[in-house]
T-cell receptor
Framework: AQKVTQAQTEISVVEKEDVTLDCVYE???????LFWYKQPPSGELVFLIR??????QNEISGRYSWNFQKSTSSFNFTITASQVVDSAVYFC??????????????FGTGTLLAVQP | EPEVTQTPSHQVTQMGQEVILRCVPI?????FYWYRQILGQKVEFLVS????????KSEIFDDQFSVERPDGSNFTLKIRSTKLEDSAMYFC?????????????FGPGTRLTVL
């Protein structure tokens, strides 16, 4: 069965600290996709990144970086030098390729990140 | 930049009433979705729609729910007889291509409050 676990419910850091958000997934599919979405206090879901299961190369985008490790079924997200504007709920999500039918997203429970000034 | 839009942003209704939530997906997208997020909880898949028919639905999507693409631009979610537990944020999403290599883009959501 497909499942996404975000064990950290809430994280509080002080501005300029680095913070890592953990994501562990379960899937039987050999082809799958992993996502991170940001949900700021205003409520919308903002796409951050998509990775496919064949590409384990880590990615960096500005202050954001992602570490994908198939061996541990993890797709962790690090924010370097956090800022108050990073305060949000962050969701990790999984999509399987089985049949290519819908590719629905299976979300984790989210991690609330609070960055204090 | 094209975006998914949803109306209304907030809907308040009485239990037992019908509501229709509206979405305008990105214009060249072909795959449409509805998700639900009960306050403080995770986002849950409701239904996917392609080529004018439902391609998959979750256990949540029972007979009280229906979806429709009445014209070339709108995508609607109808709840026939709302219950208190239907109170949630409802997100519409769309993507262009089949397969997981494409990203679903979400609308801003409609907050439904059932009294």
């Amino acid at each position: 069965a497909q499942k996404v676990t975000q064990a950290q419910t809430e994280i509080s850091v002080v501005e300029k600290e680095d913070v890592t958000l953990d994501c562990v997934y379960e899937t039987r599919d050999t082809t799958y996709y992993l996502f991170w979405y940001k949900q700021p206090p205003s409520g919308e879901l903002v796409f951050l990144i998509r990775r496919n299961s064949f590409d384990e190369q880590n990615e960096i985008s500005g202050r954001y970086s992602w570490n994908f490790q198939k061996s541990t079924s993890s797709f962790n997200f690090t924010i370097t030098a956090s800022q108050v504007v990073d305060s949000a709920v962050y969701f990790c999500a999984l999509s399987e390729e089985v049949g290519g039918a819908t590719n629905k997203l299976i979300f984790g429970t989210g991690t609330l990140l609070a960055v204090q000034p | 930049e094209p975006e998914v839009t949803q109306t209304p942003s907030h809907q308040v209704t009485q239990m037992g009433q019908e509501v229709i939530l509206r979405c305008v997906p990105i214009s060249n997208h072909l795959y449409f979705y509805w998700y639900r997020q009960i306050l403080g909880q995770k986002v849950e898949f409701l239904v996917s729609f392609y080529n004018n028919e439902i391609s998959e639905k979750s256990e949540i999507f029972d007979d009280q729910f229906s979806v429709e693409r009445p014209d070339g631009s709108n995508f609607t979610l109808k709840i026939r007889s709302t219950k208190l537990e239907d109170s949630a944020m409802y997100f519409c999403a769309s993507k262009r291509f089949k397969g997981g290599t494409d990203t679903q883009y979400f609308g801003p959501g409609t907050r439904l409050t059932v009294l």
